[in-house]
């Protein structure tokens, strides 16, 4: 059921806490019983089929579900009464004629009682898809918040997010970290992209600083490199990371963000070069 039919049912369906809802609940059942029994009363003068009951069941499963299971009995005695003194010769009369009557009525309230239980159950299935659905649109619209605002840390920052599985050799790029290595945004991901974007005279001792990490199990990885990006260009990243372990410490999962520094590397160099420029003169 989607969210909009939900919401349609519900406007109709007073809330079981309030008092206000529950004199509305009680109330609704005993009118809507009313209605149906004064339009089986008018019905009768034109039309004897002999089963007043027939069409009462109505009223009883119409309360159940707008109300609950309470104004389904309301509506189940009110029926049987009026039933009893309006509709069942002799007319306007309490008691049973014969036993066929009384078998007759004992039936209607029997399953009165069953159509009312059903009635309770499918109007506490409604509250709780509409509890399920509200839940489920609410995580929505955070994880939508969550990732609007990670792209935009990721244009100030200019990085991005990634996460490596370890146990199943998958790994995720944020649109950032795609940007920051030139990749189409909907490059597929993984480690051997990453290892090819590194630069053969680091790739060894970055590969190498990796697997160190991971053989003592360690937790945190710091380390600033070279890397040529889809389009050719070089750029200085720094990496963060964090490695997860498993209760048997076996490596599980490491997440990270890759920030450009190659504006900052490249003032630090053109310092250095005016530094010794400075020292010869």
Do not use: C
């Not at 019905?43 to 069409?55: E, Q, R």
């Amino acid at each position: 059921m989607s969210m909009i039919d939900i919401r349609s049912i519900l406007r109709i369906i007073p809330q079981p806490a309030s008092r206000h809802n529950t004199v509305w609940r009680y109330s609704g059942a005993v009118l809507v019983t009313l209605g149906f029994i004064a339009a089986r009363w008018l019905l009768g003068h034109a039309i004897d089929d002999g089963v007043p009951f027939a069409t009462l069941f109505i009223p009883i499963a119409l309360s159940a579900f707008h109300g609950g299971l309470g104004p389904g009995i309301v509506s189940v005695l009110v029926t049987m009464v009026l039933t009893d003194y309006l509709l069942i010769p002799p007319v306007y009369t309490l008691g049973f004629p014969d036993t066929k009557a009384l078998v007759a009525t004992l039936m209607f309230a029997i399953s009165g009682l069953l159509i009312s239980a059903l009635g309770e159950a499918s109007r506490n299935a409604v509250f709780q898809a509409s509890s399920e659905a509200e839940v489920s649109r609410t995580v929505r619209q955070q994880l939508l918040a969550n990732e609007e605002r990670l792209r935009i840390i990721e244009r100030v920052v200019a990085g991005g997010v990634w996460e490596w599985d370890i146990v199943k050799d998958n790994v995720y790029w944020s649109d950032g970290y795609r940007r920051l290595y030139d990749y189409p945004l909907d490059e597929t991901p993984s480690r051997e992209k990453w290892e090819m974007s590194l630069l053969p005279e680091d790739r060894d001792r970055i590969v190498g600083q990796l697997e160190e990490l991971l053989r003592e199990k360690l937790h945190n990885w710091s380390v600033e490199h070279r890397a040529r990006t889809a389009s050719g260009r070089i750029r200085w990243i720094a990496t963060q990371g964090q490695v997860f372990y498993d209760s048997s410490g076996k490596p599980k999962r490491m997440v990270g963000m890759n920030l450009d520094i190659t504006a900052r590397r490249l003032a630090q160099d053109a310092s250095r070069e005016n530094e010794a420029r400075a020292h010869l003169a």
